[in-house]
Nanobody, 124 residues
Framework: QVQFVESGGGLVQPEGPLRLSCAASGFPLGSYDIGWFRQAPGKERERVSCIRDNAGRTYYADSVKDRFTISRDNAKNTVYLQMNGLKPEDTAVYYC?????????????????WGQGTQVTVAS
């Protein structure tokens, strides 16, 4: 089964930026709604953002609105999450997934599996 590969995480100081990338070899990301999720230690996985269809409609959780930007490059078969103004509470492992529905509440792991995620740590 296809598995996502997330990358771009790291250690960053508060208010700093990071750009995460989501790829899936042989799987046409541009044909699906794709979402970013995150899971902090001891917490449930939460939906961060998603980008829907070729019209590029987007959704953001209130906690990241106006700081994060999701985008896609179909030529590179990659979905990005540009994160600015990072806060310590953004520290988590970030994952991407195929999603469906308004605001992307449905996760389609039958189409592509969760990847290993990429660790984002925000600390001074």
């Amino acid at each position: 089964q296809v598995q996502f590969v997330e990358s771009g995480g790291g250690l960053v100081q508060p208010e700093g930026p990071l750009r995460l990338s989501c790829a899936a070899s042989g799987f046409p990301l541009g044909s699906y709604d794709i979402g970013w999720f995150r899971q902090a230690p001891g917490k449930e996985r939460e939906r961060v953002s998603c980008i829907r269809d070729n019209a590029g409609r987007t959704y953001y959780a209130d906690s990241v609105k106006d700081r994060f930007t999701i985008s896609r490059d179909n030529a590179k078969n990659t979905v990005y999450l540009q994160m600015n103004g990072l806060k310590p509470e953004d520290t988590a492992v970030y994952y991407c997934a195929v999603v469906r529905g308004p605001n992307c509440p449905i996760i389609r792991t039958d189409l592509a599996s969760w990847g290993q995620g990429t660790q984002v740590t925000v600390a001074s």
